[in-house]
């Protein structure tokens, strides 16, 4: 491929992105709620989003052939998704309203209250008017009553909240920052991910890699939209994370301190935990150490969470009996339905075992280069969003933060192929509007993951082959 040719490609395919994002932030305000679901410009968006993450997958496929690209491709680029960034402020989240939980979690957080102790439909129903008032409610059911009764609002409101005390703290800074105002998460995450690119930047050069890699996460579709249209926060792992991986080698006390700060946003990581600090078993006082740290770093962040578990705790709810937009689960789960009589819960822990298992042997494999490390993480998170019960496409984040590593890998196009599957989460919502959800079933699903992981087998083999 010549040199002017890929710059033209790389040009084209960003100009495309672009405009098709642009497009959507466009076309969110026909999404309100107050408009019938059949009325939505469902198709509109569903083309935009196939359109954008087809011209990512174009850029992907580019980078893993050629590094001969201009020395403005990167500014250029980065700018670029920073503005992109910036257009879905104000904007309409489409389809997605667990914003509301983040707002009122930053609110009873800023308020110095306990976010785990009560459901949002019981802070509802005491703030009704004429209702008899109960002391240890009082204060938040006059708090609900200033926000104009978010906690109405919220989704599952007879579960408390199953965001860790880092992740409260975050709402509650965009609460200070604009209280009950979608951008003022916005602004926050946006914050984070940026010090969190700054960082994969780093990351980068100091594995001797092409900066315009990065490219491949700050551009992706998903991540832009899911992070600042729908304002989900899994954004906010980028930064603890990769930082895991910048001071790993020369400074492992701050990775360990990254990884728990993660763990403290969302639970998952600690399963990265023997991946990150494997290049350390051989020095055993540094390794139990490490692990010593992490353990009661992420125990003493997690313990307000942890002492409030009761039947009504997210936590619990979500990791016994969720289930939604997963492909490989239902299928483990009715397999076991002839041999077992709790299905579910027996497939949870085949999950379970199945990944502990990977990260162990991943973690103790020693012998594997550190160059290899970032694939690693990529691969297991990638394991862990695949096999869960829940496939939301923000999930995707938690393995396209490090794809910039691994572009050349035998796993980037079958991972890759899932931002433009991704279309198929939003289509759901018409189909189940009307009564059609089988087809999300039956054919979005296996389509959008089935063919990822087709890809994956494929291009694993050849490598295996080749090898």
């Given amino acids: 491929m010549t040199v ?7 040009l084209v395919s960003a100009m495309i992105l672009a405009g098709a994002l642009l497009s959507i932030r466009f076309i969110s305000a026909g999404f309100d709620p107050m408009i019938e679901t059949e009325d939505h410009p469902v198709m509109a968006l569903t083309g935009l989003l196939i359109l954008a993450g087809t011209a990512w997958f174009i850029l992907l ?42 707002l009122w979690d930053g609110a009873v957080t800023a308020q110095g209250e306990n976010p785990y102790i009560f459901t949002p439909e019981e802070i509802f129903d005491a703030s009704a008017p004429g209702t008899a008032s109960v002391p ?39 609460y200070w920052i604009a209280p009950y105002n979608p951008d003022g998460l916005r602004g926050v995450f946006l914050i984070f991910e940026m010090l969190g690119f700054a960082v994969l930047l780093l990351a980068l050069k100091q594995f001797g ?31 603890p994370l990769l930082l895991a991986v910048l001071t790993l080698k020369a400074r492992p006390w701050i990775a360990a301190i990254a990884l728990s700060a993660a763990a403290a946003i969302k639970l998952w990581p600690l399963l990265l935990a023997p991946v990150l600090f494997r290049s350390w078993f051989k020095r055993p006082a540094l ?3 490490i692990a010593a740290l992490v353990a009661v770093l992420t125990s003493l962040s997690l313990l307000p969470m942890l002492l409030s578990l009761n039947d009504q705790a997210g936590l619990a709810a979500y990791s016994a009996n969720w289930t939604n937009s997963s492909f490989l689960f239902p299928g483990l789960r009715e397999a ?17 075992l ?24 990529m691969a297991l998170s990638a394991a862990f969003v695949l096999l869960s019960p829940t496939g939301y496409p923000w999930y995707f984040i938690w393995f396209f933060m490090f794809l910039p590593f691994a572009v050349q890998s035998w796993m980037a196009r079958g991972l890759g192929l899932l931002t433009i599957g991704a279309t198929a989460y939003y289509v759901r919502f018409l189909l189940g509007e009307t009564d059609r959800y089988e087809i999300y079933e039956t054919i979005l699903l296996p389509l959008e993951f089935g063919t990822a992981l087709l890809v994956l087998a494929y291009d694993g083999w050849k490598e295996r082959r080749y090898a």
Avoid: C
């Fill in 336 to 352: 076991l339905s002839f041999f077992v009589d709790d299905p579910n819960r027996i497939a949870r822990y085949v999950i379970a």
């Fill in 209 to 239: 890699m092409p900066l315009i890699w990065s490219s491949l996460y700050w551009l992706n579709p998903i991540i832009i939209l899911t992070s600042y249209n729908a304002i989900h926060m899994d954004v906010l792992l980028t930064l």
């Fill in 136 to 174: 240890d409610l009082a204060t938040l059911a006059v708090l609900s009553n200033e926000a104009d009764g978010l906690t109405g609002e919220i989704n599952s409101p007879h579960l408390t909240t199953i965001y860790p005390p880092f992740a409260q703290a975050v709402f509650a800074s965009a």
């Fill in 287 to 289: 390794y139990i150490g």
């Fill in 4 to 10: 002017p040719r890929s710059r033209l490609i790389l």
């Fill in 354 to 377: 199945i990944l502990v298992g990977l990260s162990l042997y991943l973690g103790f494999s020693t012998s594997r280069s550190e160059k290899k490390l970032p694939f690693d993480l």
């Fill in 61 to 102: 496929l580019l980078m893993r052939r050629t590094q001969a690209f201009p020395k403005w491709g990167l500014p250029v680029l980065i700018l670029g998704g920073l503005i992109l960034r910036l257009g879905f402020f104000g904007s309409q989240p489409i389809y997605e309203n667990d914003y509301k939980r983040y």
